[in-house]
């Protein structure tokens, strides 16, 4: 029997071509859901680990479609869910100062990557990666710019290094940053800006910020979500600078028999619109609660699925392959955030902004 086709295009046989490869991640990524529930941790960081466990499985035929759908599609619908976390009224209410501190933190971060990363022997992709990870929200920026950029098989491991670095580095801060904060005697509202301006992914930002006290991580949670709806503009720039970069990599992966994309790519991905939509929605306050748990949960599941099939695409051989370059990048650009934020605080507590 036939399965029904729509404009050429048949679900059902679709869905048995990438079902195996998808529930072997979306297994990896339970187990690692259930360590980090048990024991803490980083659950993107088990998911990365569990995943490269697997890596004899990449090259399984049956496997291999699913594994490559959850590392691009299911990746690209997680971060456009991103956006019912966030409402036009929180940004608003960050005020102006506020605002401008991170926004250029963000900026300044993103350039540091950009030419350290030149200096450093990287390319420009690489260094955009870097620079953007740390910039926004972490392991999930560094998902969704990797997105956009050109793919080959050297960029998805300098991906995944990204991602173990910053993951790293995001709890290094989320112990050390509240001591930082504590021994300089920062009120909550000035605190939860040097953690939420700061510290890499969101929820090590909510921890740190409550470990001090409740009014420092709710402001923590609200800055570090401003920097998280910047990441739509960021993919975007990115998105058109590597336009034609991105558009010729597909055009090799389809010659050599991959599963590549349409040769004509939007400027604006379609997971952006989403993340866009869902923000729009929210500040609307057309969203119930429940939904937005939901999405925002749901969210967070399609991340873990996506980085634990991009880590059975890799194994500890590539990633040791990526060498110092990445580690120092991304040190220096989160010491460069860090520092540059205190700094401006500094400057706020003596009224100059």
């Not at 940053?177 to 992914?201: N, Q, V, W």
């Not at 205190?342 to 009224?351: E, K, N, S, T, W």
Request: proline fraction near 4%; glycine fraction near 10%; hydrophobic fraction near 55%.
């Amino acid at each position: 029997m036939n399965s029904i086709a729509i404009g050429g295009f048949q679900p059902a046989k679709f869905v048995m071509h990438v079902l195996p490869g998808t529930l072997l991640a979306s297994v990896v990524a339970m187990a690692a859901t259930l360590v980090s529930t048990l024991h803490g941790g980083p659950q993107l960081l088990y998911a990365l680990f569990f995943g490269v466990a697997f890596h004899y499985l990449s090259a399984d035929p049956k496997a291999r479609p699913g594994i490559e759908f959850c590392s691009r599609n299911v990746l690209r619908l997680g971060v456009g869910l991103l956006g019912a976390r966030i409402t036009a009224s929180q940004i608003a209410g960050l005020g102006w100062s506020t605002a401008a501190i991170v926004v250029i933190a963000v900026v300044t971060t993103l350039l540091a990557g950009y030419f350290l990363g030149k200096r450093l022997g990287l390319n420009r992709a690489q260094g955009t990666l870097s620079g953007g990870s740390v910039a926004i929200c972490g392991a999930s920026a560094a998902l969704a710019i990797s997105s956009v950029l050109p793919r080959t098989k050297e960029s998805e491991r300098f991906t995944l290094m990204v991602v173990v670095t910053v993951t790293v580095l995001s709890t290094v801060a989320m112990v050390a940053y509240p001591l930082i904060a504590r021994a300089l005697s920062l009120p909550p509202e000035l605190a939860g800006l040097f953690l939420g301006g700061t510290i890499h992914d969101v929820a090590q930002v909510v921890g740190a910020g409550y470990m001090i006290d409740h009014p420092t991580g709710d402001y923590a949670t609200i800055v570090k979500l401003f920097r998280v709806s910047m990441l739509a503009v960021v993919v975007v720039v990115v998105s058109a600078m590597f336009k034609s970069e991105r558009e010729q990599a597909e055009r090799e992966i389809a010659a050599n028999g991959g599963f590549a994309a349409s040769k004509k790519q939007a400027l604006v991905p379609w997971f952006l619109w989403m993340f866009v939509i869902l923000v729009a929605i929210n500040s609307l306050g057309l969203l119930p609660a429940e939904v937005n748990k939901g999405l925002s949960d749901f969210s967070r599941l399609c991340l873990v699925v996506a980085i634990a099939a991009l880590g059975i695409k890799t194994s500890f051989q590539q990633l040791a392959e990526a060498g110092w370059r990445p580690f120092t990048l991304l040190l220096i650009e989160t010491l460069w955030m860090a520092g540059f934020v205190l700094i401006a605080i500094f400057a706020r507590q003596h009224g100059h902004l």
